[in-house]
């Protein structure tokens, strides 16, 4: 990724990829080279990506935090 923020820090966190400074161009060049110089780094990256997004991002998973948020809402609100 090439900006901050909460995304920055799951992909760090979860070590699925890697952050460059957007002002820094040749930093991003020599970091991708890296990380292709290495399958091994490449495919943990990509398989730790596949099971986060299935995990954490499923439709499943977000459909089921959606409800419980306009449940919630609903019971603060004293909607039935």
């Known amino acids: 990724v090439n900006f901050s923020g909460w995304i920055r820090n799951l992909i760090e966190k979860e070590m699925i990829g890697v ?10 060049v020599n970091t991708m080279k890296d990380v292709l110089k290495n399958p091994y780094l490449l495919s943990e990256m990509q398989s730790k990506a596949l099971n ?12 089921s935090a959606w409800i419980e ?12």
């Open 19 to 28: 952050y460059s400074d957007p002002a820094k161009p040749e930093a991003f």
């Open 52 to 63: 986060l997004s299935k995990h954490k991002f499923s439709s499943k998973v977000v459909s």
């Open 69 to 80: 948020f306009i449940e919630t809402l609903c019971l603060q609100r004293g909607i039935k």
